[in-house]
């Protein structure tokens, strides 16, 4: 049984992780993180400490950015972090901007969470009357870091670290073609750290607890604990956070979900749909992946209008810069509405299933690159359902 865990809403002793980091060399505490086997709780899952190090490696005045777009259906749990502990996460950023060697940093904040703007920016200044981060930090003339908030403007797309850092610019928000990669040229040129809010939200416990403390939550390949936003059909939906590990029927019954239950959407809509076949398997990296959106759904839910609305609010949000992702959405949408007009047949599902491969293959970016993921899981899960829509 996974333990359930409660560390990233927890509190540390303001300044302690940052002080501790101080007394150390740069390249140790990107040693102590990639030790930790730390990975972004973004999405994406990519080693933290290896991301630090190729920014600082760069050996230029770097930028740190703390991505808290949170646009992914289903997920709400970086709203919370900022509400609870926005101070950790800031204190985090001044950690990797002494690792990274940053001088700027951002926390690009969801429009939506408009609401946590004026708290977090009296948090940024009751942090810089404290010296922990602005102008020499904790009396290190040699250490300054200049933190604002931005905004974002309602484009999902905008959570793409990319397009992320073009919106930043004042710029029409695209996702840019990697290589080069932000840690090699990212804001305004500089090597950038792009960072989800959990992701940072765990740093000061690994600098104050160590490596392996860490390590000792999880499974080998997955160290650590996650947070889940768990919605839909259950009766107790609500932020988890469990190690790595946890098994989807452990979830399902901490949530108090009922036996009615007959699918779960893991990683949000550009997730994993898992029928009962797969409830004991691991969310981790290795097994299956999320960045925290958990949506449960019971007998009482059409299959068919759940995939109509995934792939509704990819046409929608499809940036449209590069074919096979632009033309994809609204071909696949037109596809699965043919279902709705009994135009649909076993042929439409395959050449859609066609389709997603070539978008899965030749999109830009994560975004078309993984709107197959609920269409193939739904698709092949719910078949009937969906030839019966
Ligand atoms: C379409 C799209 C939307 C994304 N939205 C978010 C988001 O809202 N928040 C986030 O942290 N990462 C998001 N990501 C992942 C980021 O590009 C990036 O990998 C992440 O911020 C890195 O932080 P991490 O390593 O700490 O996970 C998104 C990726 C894609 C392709
Ligand atoms: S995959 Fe989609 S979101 Fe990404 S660049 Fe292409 S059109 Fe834009």
Not at 60 to 68: K, L, Q, T, Y
Not at 80 to 91: G, M, P, S, T
Not at 250 to 274: D, N
Not at 350 to 370: H, I, N, P, V, Y
Request: charged fraction near 25%; charge should be negative.
């Amino acid at each position: 049984m996974a333990r359930k865990i409660d560390v990233v809403f927890s509190d540390v002793e303001p300044g302690a992780a940052l002080k501790k980091a101080m007394a150390m060399k740069p390249e140790t505490i990107i040693a102590v993180l990639k030790d930790s086997n730390l990975r972004g709780r973004g999405g994406a899952g990519f080693p933290t400490g290896l991301k630090w190090e190729s920014a600082r490696n760069q050996g230029r005045p770097a930028c740190v950015i703390c991505n808290a777009d949170e646009g992914e259906p289903g997920t709400f749990k970086d709203k919370r972090i900022l509400e609870l502990r926005a101070a950790k996460v800031v204190e985090a950023m001044a950690i990797c901007a002494r690792a990274i060697g940053a001088t700027r940093g951002f926390i690009y904040l969801r429009g939506e969470y408009n609401y946590l703007r004026k708290e977090i920016e009296e948090t940024m200044a009751r942090l810089e009357e404290n010296h922990l981060i602005g102008e020499s930090i904790l009396g290190d003339p040699g250490f300054s870091f200049d933190l604002q908030l931005r905004l974002g403007s309602g484009a999902y797309v905008c959570g793409e670290e990319t397009a992320l850092i073009d919106s930043l610019e004042s710029r029409r928000g695209e996702p840019r073609n990697k290589p080069p990669f932000p840690t090699e040229h990212g804001f305004l040129g500089m090597p950038t750290v792009v960072n989800n809010v959990e992701t940072l939200a765990l740093v000061p416990h690994i600098i104050l607890n160590g490596a392996e403390w860490f390590r000792d939550f999880g499974t080998r390949t997955s160290s650590g604990s996650k947070l889940f936003s768990v919605s839909g059909d259950c009766a107790k939906p609500g932020i988890y956070e469990f190690e790595y590990g946890i098994t989807i029927r452990e979830l399902l019954k901490e949530v108090e979900a009922g036996p009615a239950t007959k699918a779960v959407q893991i990683g949000g809509a550009s997730g994993y749909c898992a029928s009962a076949d797969d409830f004991d398997k691991a969310i981790s990296f290795e097994g299956i992946p999320t960045g925290g959106s958990i949506i449960v759904f019971d007998q009482s839910r059409s299959m068919f209008k759940i995939l109509k609305n995934f792939v509704e609010f990819f046409q929608e949000e499809s940036c449209g810069q590069c074919t096979p992702c632009r033309e994809g959405c609204s071909r696949m949408l037109e596809g699965i509405l043919k279902f709705e007009r009994s135009e649909g047949s076993s042929k439409v599902i395959t050449d859609l299933l066609e389709l997603a491969e070539t978008m899965s293959l030749a999109s830009k970016c994560g975004f078309g690159q993984s709107v197959p993921n609920s269409f193939r899981t739904i698709v092949s899960k719910f078949r009937d359902e969906i030839l019966s829509a």
